[in-house]
Each structure stands twice: as structure tokens, then as C-alpha cells.
């Protein structure tokens, strides 16, 4: 994993397509050897539709009641929650694409506008890249850059205040969310969660050797009440010959 896929935290499985959203269109006029036989340009059009995607159905799913319920509110948060201005400083400042974009000896330091266009040409190439799952891929690396852009547009978590197990004298709470709760109430019966057994399993010859054991027990029980029927039995036949011997 590069470096930049590390701040991404996606690792593509084809780097040929990475290196073409990397790749400004004056690299290839200039033939640098590190540039892509494409460029970046048409990558950028397929972010343009999956991130915006990805974002209305993130905002319809967890966004607050006047988001998901207005319509034009949620198409004007959709299309102006990252904006190319916010898309050119993600560049700079978090994944520092001045040492990675590919271009021509004459942009020595990239414009706002190459900051942009070479992170919506990313973002395409990572849906394009992922394969199944597009949405919740590209949500994430949103999730991971730009986290506090929508923040304010969801609805706050609901949580349920739990008492802690330990006995310890102190009454001690934690919140949890609640939707821990109600996330696995939603799955299909066949995909319930299970919970792991990590108990040792008991094999056939550990079976067996149990039941030898109760044998003998049971065995050893019963020559116990023998003896002691034995026993009960000789002291009244003593009992009686005494009695004879008096008479």
C-alpha cells in the first residue's frame, strides 16, 4: 500500500488506474515516462455522479428529518456538501497531492483547480476500482477526509443508558447506541449474528472416559450398600444367636 492509499484508506487493486487519476492532461502532451497513456479528465465525470450518490443516499439514510423530508433541501445539500473548493484543500492539506500529481514541468505548483479535478478523478477511479459495495467504499473515504462536512446535516444518535456489570460498591452508566441494539433486529433471519461457542468441545473419547467413570461410581455405590446390607445382616444373625444362648 502506498503512501496516499494509506491517507485514503483504500488499496486498488488495479494501480494502472491510479496512476491515471494522478495523471494531468500536460503530462501526457509532454510524454513524462511516470504518466498514464489517459488522463484524469474522464475519471473525473464518474466521480461526478457516484458522489453525489453516495452522499443523497448517506444524507436520505442518516440525515435529519428536515433533510431527508425536503427534497430540494436534500439536493442542494447533496450537491454543495464538498464543494471543489473544499475537494482542492482536502488535496493539499490532507493528502498532499502536489507530490503525487503528475504534470508537465511548467505547473510547478498545482492550481486550486488541479487540486480539485485530481480528487474527483480519484474518487471515480476508486468506484470504478471496488467493484461491489460502490457506495459504502466511496462513503468511507468521504467519512475518513471530510467527516465533519455533513456532521451537522444527520440526525443526532439515539443511545440507552446501560448500568456497568462490575460490583464494585459505585453505580457506574455508559451510553450506548442504540442502534447496536436495533442493527442485527433488522437482518433476515439467515443472516442473524452469531455469537462464536469458543467452549472447549468434548471429543468421543473424553465421552467415553466420562461414562467409564460414572460406572465405576455407580458400581462402587452399589457394593457400598452391599457391604453395608452384609454387615446389617451378620449383626442380626449375632443378635438372634445371642438370644438362643440366653434362653
Known amino acids: 500500500m502506498t503512501d496516499l492509499e494509506h491517507v485514503l484508506g483504500y488499496q486498488f487493486k488495479n494501480k494502472d488506474i491510479l496512476q491515471q487519476s ?3 492532461a500536460s503530462a501526457i502532451h509532454e510524454k513524462l ?3 498514464s497513456y489517459q488522463h484524469q479528465s474522464s475519471l473525473a465525470i464518474v466521480e461526478d455522479v457516484v458522489l453525489k450518490y453516495a452522499v443523497a443516499r448517506y444524507l436520505f439514510l442518516n440525515g435529519k428529518d428536515q433533510v431527508v423530508e425536503n427534497s430540494a433541501e436534500l439536493h442542494k445539500c447533496t450537491q454543495t456538501i464538498i464543494p ?11 493528502l498532499h497531492l502536489e507530490q503525487h500529481i503528475i504534470r508537465s514541468n ?6 486550486k483547480n488541479m487540486y480539485a479535478d485530481c480528487m474527483e478523478a480519484i474518487f471515480g477511479a476508486i468506484a470504478l476500482d471496488c467493484g461491489a459495495d460502490q457506495q459504502k467504499v466511496i462513503f468511507d473515504v468521504i467519512e475518513k477526509l ?3 462536512r455533513y456532521q451537522t446535516l444527520l440526525k443526532p444518535i439515539e443511545t440507552i443508558r446501560l448500568k456497568s456489570a462490575y460490583d464494585d460498591g459505585e453505580e457506574d452508566y455508559i451510553n450506548v447506541p442504540r442502534s447496536l441494539f436495533l442493527h442485527d433486529q433488522a437482518r433476515p433471519f439467515s443472516q442473524k449474528l452469531i455469537v462464536p461457542d469458543n467452549s472447549p468441545k468434548r471429543t468421543h473419547w473424553q465421552t467415553l472416559g466420562q461414562v467409564i467413570l460414572w460406572l465405576f461410581a455407580i458400581c462402587g455405590f452399589l457394593a457400598t450398600l452391599w457391604l453395608i446390607a452384609n454387615f446389617i445382616i451378620f449383626q442380626l444373625s449375632v443378635d438372634v444367636e445371642n438370644q438362643g444362648w440366653e434362653f
Open 33 to 35: 515516462p511516470k504518466a
Open 146 to 148: 471530510c467527516s465533519d
Open 84 to 94: 471543489n473548493a473544499i475537494l482542492a484543500k482536502i488535496a493539499h492539506e490532507k
Open 106 to 111: 511548467a505547473h510547478v505548483a498545482p492550481t
Open 22 to 24: 494522478l495523471t494531468h
